[in-house]
């Protein structure tokens, strides 16, 4: 296993690793998990040997004085991103880090200076990129399929406890100090760096947050408009305090022959012109990120370009923090 050519190291081998990254980096050419790191020993004890990895440790001091590691994947909440990510570009591993990149647009910054200045290689697991149904997505719009793009509507709408979020984490991400800023800072990610994949960096944008439910502690509000190139107009709605029965995952794409609609959290796309209508279903990889460990792998042996690079998830950041502005 240790003739590998990328040799993973994973710092807070938590649920989301456990079937949506982890076997994936076993599962990928010249691509091997080494060794598993959390705080709490006994957990990183168990992973380790449910998942046949070789190496566990509790400190990420000692994961990273491994000289058999050469790339090192950053699974823990948010607010631990920046200084993992700078540690580990130091002891000059590469890096794969979990959406947000950083806590805000400060932190995300400073981070690709850090990038720059050790000449390092990271990559953020915006890993929906990589899936077949926004690559269709993608695909589409550059063929010009419906025609040209008017305006981008979308809404996630969810309760208080969405529907979409890893079970039994819901703690940290409703404390700003671990996620960010509620629901918004996890979900919204995905969404938001798939408008930077389809319509490149924005010309502008503006938004705001607002705390609705007396109960909440973080914005379970949120609304934004971006202006893309080319009089692309995004519109974005997030809410968390709906009833289940008025949950929402859409976004629409809407041209000047026809429209694009699809759920970022789902499988299926429809495209609608003025004479047809077609709807193309996918089924995901057994292992989400599978797709994008891949491309990271290849960028990593030099095989390939950034698949999600520090630059674009700065300007993410920036979007963020804009929305995320509370009135």
């Known amino acids: 296993m240790e003739d590998a050519k990328v040799r993973w190291g994973i710092i807070g081998c938590g649920d989301v690793t456990e079937k949506k990254s982890g076997p994936a980096f076993n599962k990928v050419k010249d691509s091997r998990l080494l060794a598993v790191m ?184 949120t609304t934004g408009t971006i202006l893309f190139e080319h009089q692309v107009v995004f519109n974005g709605s997030w809410c968390f305090n709906v009833r289940q029965e008025d949950h929402v995952d859409r976004c629409e794409i809407i041209g000047s022959r026809g429209k694009i609609s699809f759920s970022i959290f789902g499988n299926l796309v429809t495209v609608q012109s003025d004479d047809e209508e077609n709807e193309f279903v996918f089924e995901h990889p057994e292992h989400i990120q599978y797709p994008m460990i891949a491309s990271t792998v290849a960028f990593f042996e030099g095989n390939g370009p950034n698949p999600a690079p520090m630059e674009e998830a700065l300007t993410l950041m920036e979007i963020i923090d804009c929305f995320a502005k509370i009135k």
């Open 38 to 221: 959390r705080r709490d020993a006994a957990k990183a004890a168990d992973y380790a040997h449910r998942h046949q990895v070789p190496h566990w440790y509790s400190t990420v001091e000692d994961m990273l004085g491994n000289p058999a590691l050469n790339a090192i994947y950053i699974a823990t909440p948010p607010s631990s991103h920046f200084d993992y990510a700078l540690k580990a570009l130091e002891a000059r591993k590469d890096v794969y880090v979990e959406k947000p990149v950083t806590l805000n647009a400060h932190e995300a910054r400073l981070l690709l200076d850090v990038v720059r200045k050790t000449n390092g290689k990271l990559v953020v697991a915006h890993y929906r990129r990589q899936l077949p149904l926004f690559l269709k997505v993608k695909e589409l719009l550059d063929a010009g399929q419906i025609g040209i793009i008017r305006t981008v509507q979308l809404r996630l709408w969810q309760s208080r406890l969405p529907e979409l979020v890893t079970k039994g984490a819901a703690d940290w991400r409703t404390d700003p100090a671990i996620s960010g800023g509620g629901y918004f800072f996890d979900l919204a990610p995905h969404q938001l760096d798939l408008m930077l994949y389809f319509f490149g960096l924005p010309i502008s944008f503006e938004g705001f947050s607002q705390i609705q439910d007396a109960a909440s502690a973080v914005a379970d509000h």
